[in-house]
């Protein structure tokens, strides 16, 4: 057997531990899960009462084409039906864009520290891949243009940020998509677009009638609450989405996630809602590390990207034992910091209690 030699030693995602597995391990009866972003007040009820009435409709394979959730979404966006691209999550449209656009003669261009997805697939593609540095956890734009050449193929701006929480403006935004050639296509992940709250964040959706290589990425994962269910989607020009569609397996989202997504989008106040609730827990995290003088990323997320000064690995550790799963930075491109998701306003006091005997331990062995 002769793979392609980019695979050698290419390590599998390493999620964050299952509910289930720290449990038994530590013999805990709750775990609370705060590492993966994840909607801590679930979906709207209306999602599950679509999957529940569609339960029995199993033997026949879903509709490709997503005609029910495509409608919906043009119309709640205000684009074009053949404007879409549905993956199995927004991941898989990573993919779908990796696979359509780079192979060994071309490089892509992302942010570093940014999402690990997108240079997994590019690797697996073949392409080189140039990590820009970021600066203070935003995206150095202008060094990103500097490292375009002819052979790039796609450029990254993961806007809000994973794993920093930060984010991208309107302006500067505009400015770098206007320098950008046209021979490379931007690509906008927004998979917490309904968590942001700053003013001057870019509204990227007006900017497809004048950019052919702009992609825009949003997910029901994150703030819908339909992780489980894997549904993402990707917007652009008709063009470059017809370009993506054969790449499209056929049956790539489930009947389930369709009736699902559809419900979940068309309830507006379960989404307001949540939003509001993780800008007061924003606020209690903000509150939390004034109090402890603990330098934190400015977040227009859901996860708030903490330097505890202390290796991320060792915090973790202590958090799961005391049942919280949280994302090391060790991981992440941030070694002494540990990225926490919001949780409800309980969860995060309790989290909070654990974090200040962890600061207590600390100090006392510093003296
Ligand atoms: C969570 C996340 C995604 C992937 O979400 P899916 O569940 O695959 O839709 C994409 N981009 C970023 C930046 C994310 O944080």
Same mark, same amino acid.
């Given at each position: 057997?002769? @793979?392609?030699?980019?695979?050698?030693?290419?390590?599998?995602?390493?999620?964050?531990? =299952?509910?289930?597995?720290? !449990?038994?391990?530590?013999?805990?009866?709750?775990?609370?899960?705060?590492?993966?972003?994840?909607?801590?007040?679930? @979906?709207?009820?209306?999602?599950?009462?679509?999957?529940?009435?569609?339960?029995?409709?199993?033997?026949?394979?879903?509709?490709?084409?997503?005609? *029910?959730?495509?409608? !919906?979404?043009?119309?709640?966006?205000?684009?074009?039906?053949?404007?879409?691209?549905?993956?199995?999550?927004?991941?898989?449209?990573?993919?779908?864009?990796?696979?359509?656009?780079?192979?060994?003669? %071309?490089?892509?261009?992302?942010? +570093?520290?940014? *999402?690990?997805?997108? !240079?997994?697939?590019?690797?697996?593609?073949?392409?080189?891949? $140039?990590?820009?540095?970021?600066?203070?956890?935003?995206?150095?734009? +202008?060094?990103?243009?500097?490292?375009? +050449?002819?052979?790039?193929?796609?450029?990254?701006?993961?806007? =809000?940020?994973?794993?920093?929480?930060?984010?991208?403006?309107?302006?500067?935004?505009?400015?770098?998509?206007?320098?950008?050639?046209?021979?490379?296509?931007?690509?906008? +992940?927004?998979?917490?677009?309904?968590?942001?709250?700053?003013?001057?964040? =870019?509204?990227?959706?007006?900017?497809?009638?004048?950019?052919?290589?702009?992609?825009?990425?949003?997910?029901?994962? !994150?703030?819908?609450?339909?992780?489980?269910?894997?549904?993402?989607?990707?917007?652009?020009?008709?063009?470059?989405?017809? &370009?993506?569609?054969?790449?499209?397996?056929?049956?790539?989202?489930?009947?389930?996630?369709?009736?699902?997504?559809?419900?979940?989008?068309?309830?507006?106040?379960?989404?307001?809602?949540?939003?509001?609730?993780?800008? $007061?827990?924003?606020?209690?995290?903000?509150? *939390?590390?004034?109090?402890?003088?603990?330098?934190?990323?400015?977040?227009?997320?859901?996860?708030?990207?903490?330097?505890?000064?202390?290796?991320? /690995?060792?915090?973790?550790?202590?958090?799961?034992?005391?049942? *919280?799963?949280?994302?090391?930075?060790?991981? &992440?491109?941030?070694? %002494?910091?540990?990225?926490?998701?919001?949780?409800?306003?309980?969860? /995060?006091?309790?989290?909070?209690?654990?974090?200040?005997?962890?600061?207590?331990?600390?100090?006392?062995?510093?003296?």
């Amino acid at each position: 057997m002769q @793979a392609k030699p980019q695979l050698s030693g290419l390590p599998s995602y390493k999620p964050g531990k =299952p509910i289930e597995e720290v !449990k038994k391990e530590f013999g805990l009866s709750k775990v609370i899960k705060l590492a993966s972003n994840e909607n801590p007040f679930g @979906a709207s009820p209306k999602a599950a009462e679509a999957i529940r009435q569609a339960a029995s409709e199993t033997a026949i394979y879903p509709d490709g084409y997503a005609a *029910f959730l495509r409608e !919906k979404v043009a119309s709640k966006l205000g684009v074009a039906k053949n404007q879409l691209v549905f993956g199995n999550g927004s991941d898989e449209v990573i993919q779908f864009l990796c696979r359509a656009f780079l192979s060994p003669d %071309t490089n892509t261009v992302t942010a +570093d520290p940014t *999402f690990s997805q997108y !240079k997994l697939n590019a690797t697996i593609e073949g392409a080189e891949v $140039r990590e820009v540095p970021s600066i203070d956890g935003v995206h150095d734009l +202008d060094a990103m243009l500097e490292a375009i +050449d002819e052979k790039t193929r796609i450029i990254w701006v993961c806007n =809000p940020n994973n794993p920093s929480g930060t984010y991208v403006n309107q302006v500067a935004f505009e400015s770098f998509i206007e320098r950008v050639p046209k021979h490379v296509l931007v690509v906008s +992940d927004e998979a917490y677009y309904e968590y942001v709250t700053a003013e001057d964040y =870019p509204e990227t959706l007006p900017l497809l009638e004048k950019y052919e290589n702009l992609m825009i990425l949003r997910t029901f994962s !994150k703030a819908y609450g339909l992780a489980a269910l894997r549904v993402g989607f990707g917007v652009a020009s008709p063009k470059l989405i017809s &370009l993506l569609d054969p790449i499209r397996p056929p049956f790539n989202n489930t009947t389930f996630a369709h009736l699902a997504a559809a419900a979940a989008l068309e309830d507006e106040q379960f989404i307001t809602e949540c939003v509001a609730k993780n800008t $007061r827990g924003l606020e209690q995290f903000v509150a *939390f590390c004034e109090k402890h003088n603990l330098y934190y990323y400015p977040s227009q997320t859901n996860f708030v990207l903490i330097d505890f000064k202390c290796p991320g /690995n060792e915090l973790f550790d202590y958090l799961l034992r005391r049942g *919280f799963i949280v994302r090391s930075g060790e991981a &992440l491109g941030f070694p %002494t910091c540990v990225r926490i998701t919001i949780g409800s306003e309980e969860q /995060n006091d309790e989290l909070f209690g654990i974090l200040e005997g962890f600061l207590a331990e600390k100090s006392v062995q510093q003296g």
